[in-house]
């Protein structure tokens, strides 16, 4: 069992930035392959960015070269740094653990979701 908290959500103008973080209880961090997912209104959920089993970040397209995951083992904290913020990347952003060994792009494959944040971009 592990649980996930989310903060760091909010309203923010576009080209601004935000950071999201993730934090685990139960089960240690180190067990789990960390992702984070949204899902804009209307819209179904998608992959956001995601640590593989061996521990490479991937991202999607639309978020490559702005969005950073990264974690903190001792903390057992994720994190995913936005910046260039776009009004398109608005949606409900949630923090997961893989607890298959699946692909990470397999939404099937996590088996535990934070409460989701809300990010919100003006333009």
């Known amino acids: 069992q592990v649980q996930l908290v989310e903060s760091g959500g909010g309203l923010v103008q576009a080209g601004g930035s935000l950071r999201l973080s993730c934090a685990a209880s139960g089960r240690t961090f180190s067990s789990y392959a960390m992702g984070w997912w949204r899902q804009a209104p209307g819209k179904e959920r998608e992959f956001v960015a995601a640590f593989s089993w061996s521990d490479i970040t991937y991202y999607a397209d639309s978020v490559k070269g702005r969005f950073t995951i990264s974690r903190d083992n001792a903390e057992n904290t994720v994190y995913l740094q936005m910046n260039t913020l776009k009004p398109e990347d608005t949606a409900v952003y949630y923090c997961?653990?893989?607890?298959?060994?699946?692909?990470?792009?397999?939404?099937?494959?996590?088996?535990?979701w934070g409460q989701g944040t809300q990010v919100t971009v003006s333009s």
């Open positions: 997961a653990a893989r607890t298959m060994r699946r692909h990470y792009l397999d939404y099937a494959g996590y088996g535990y």
